[in-house]
């Protein structure tokens, strides 16, 4: 499975925009990019998933490079609640395994 | 309710007496998957399994073990456990075929070894 890269830690003040990137340059034209949160040490929660379109859904927007070499994560309007360490995976058909690399992931500090 | 439950949620132990968390989903989901987590290295994949009577190593399997004699459930089983083995663990599961799909996670399971 592709790789990614992802900044370990960013801030954003409450009610405005977060964009939280990810970069998977080595995907595979049938691999999706998934994204998840954590908030605390829950298990992680699903946010959305893209393949080459952008997606939209009611936690978030998924905004996917036409290349399909990096991805953003955006929270239209950040809340105190979206302080969490947010994972970006690829997964798809095109693996015959079922490994999954999450990496450390992005800790996004909403701030007040 | 669509879930993954993992047993026990929180347990401490000492060296070497054998324990088993277990990891049961009722989504009749395909793909099963175990996985780790340690300060400051995020989630790292114990093993996974592909569907019934197929499990396959991830990054860390040393010192695990699991089956999946049935759908539903994948135990994950510590043989003779060992401090390093201290973490929170966390099993999911995800529809489809392979790997694909969305993941969903269990709660996790806080273990402490002495």
């Known amino acids: 499975d592709a790789k990614t890269t992802q900044p370990p830690s960013m801030d954003c003040a409450e009610g405005r925009a977060a964009n939280l990137p990810c970069n998977h340059s080595?995907?595979?034209?049938?691999?999706?990019v998934y994204w998840y949160r954590q908030i605390h040490s829950q298990g992680p929660q699903y946010i959305i998933h893209?393949?080459?379109n952008n997606e939209t859904n009611e936690m978030a927007s998924l905004i996917i490079t036409e290349d399909r070499k990096s991805s953003t994560l955006i929270l239209p309007h950040a809340t105190l609640r979206d302080t969490a360490v947010y994972y970006c995976?690829?997964?798809?058909?095109?693996?015959?395994?079922?490994?999954?690399?999450f990496g450390q992931g992005t800790t996004l500090q909403v701030k007040p | 309710e669509a879930q993954v439950t993992q047993n026990p949620r929180y347990l401490i132990t000492v060296t070497g007496k054998k324990l088993t968390v277990t990891c049961s989903q009722n989504?009749?989901?395909?793909?099963m998957s175990w996985y780790r987590q340690d300060p400051g290295l995020g989630l790292r994949q114990i093993y996974y399994?592909?569907?019934?009577?197929?499990?396959d190593k991830g990054d860390v399997p040393e010192g695990y073990k699991v089956s999946r004699k049935e759908k539903r459930n994948f135990p994950l089983i510590l043989e003779s456990p060992s401090p390093n083995q201290t973490s929170l663990y966390f099993c999911?599961?995800?529809?489809?075929?392979?790997?694909?799909?969305?993941?969903?996670f269990g709660e996790g399971s806080r273990l402490t070894v002495l």
């Open positions: 399994s592909m569907n019934v009577e197929v499990t």
């Open positions: 893209g393949l080459k």
């Open positions: 999911a599961s995800s529809p489809g075929q392979g790997n694909t799909g969305e993941l969903f």
């Open positions: 080595t995907i595979s034209g049938n691999e999706y």
């Open positions: 989504m009749n989901h395909e793909y």
């Open positions: 995976i690829v997964r798809g058909l095109s693996s015959n395994t079922g490994k999954l690399i």
